[in-house]
């Protein structure tokens, strides 16, 4: 079945780094996602990951997937204030095209 | 290049009222979906609409209806509104049905 979960809320000090967590629980999971949404905005994808792989770096963004767990997690490194949004991971199924099943959001929030 | 553009951004409707949102994808995108987010809940999956059809349709009642047009527009229509129908209205367009989702801003219904 479908279901992502997530941590509700992360604290963070600028510059320090951000880890926030997902886990899934449908193993076919082709691709998986996090997108950012900042307040009164839609969502931005921030970065993706292919099944078979298992970690993807984007300059600051360091993504990690442990399949056997269906654990995934978004590194962010050196953060900053304007990394204070919300953040959802989101999975993509074989047989569901590209409709995507999300997590209920981790807000990060980045104190100076 | 414009990206996927909603209206209307806000708009306020009372229960049993009818309302129609609208999406204008990506150019070169052909295939829309939508999404609705309650407050502090990540998105769910509405319907998608590919070659002006229909073609995936996730949990919600036949309150909740859709059209797309020859220049792949579209339009989300919801009846008898509820209380509970209050939320975020994304719209996300992609490139066939596989391919990769871009998001609006959304439209933010109120129903009172």
Known sequence: GEDVEQSLFLSVREGDSSVINCTY???????????????????????????NM???????????????????????????????????????????????????GTRVLVKP | ????????????????????????????????????????????FIFQYYEEEERQRGNFPDRFSGHQFPNYSSELNVNALLLGDSALYLCASSFSRTGELFFGEGSRLTVL
């Open chain 1, 25 to 51: 629980t449908d193993s076919s999971s082709t691709y998986l996602y996090w997108y950012k949404q900042e307040p009164g905005a839609g969502l931005q994808l921030l970065t993706y990951i292919f099944s």
């Open chain 1, 54 to 104: 298992d970690m993807k770096q984007d300059q600051r963004l360091t993504v990690l997937l442990n399949k056997k767990d269906k654990h995934l997690s978004l590194r962010i490194a050196d953060t900053q204030t304007g990394d204070s949004a919300i953040y959802f991971c989101a999975e993509r199924l074989p047989a569901a095209g590209n409709k995507l099943t999300f997590g209920g």
């Open chain 2, 1 to 44: 290049d414009a990206g996927v553009t909603q209206s209307p951004t806000h708009l306020i409707k009372t229960r049993g009222q009818q309302v129609t949102l609208r999406c204008s994808p990506k150019s070169g995108h052909d295939t829309v979906s939508w999404y609705q987010q309650a407050l502090g809940q990540g998105p769910q």
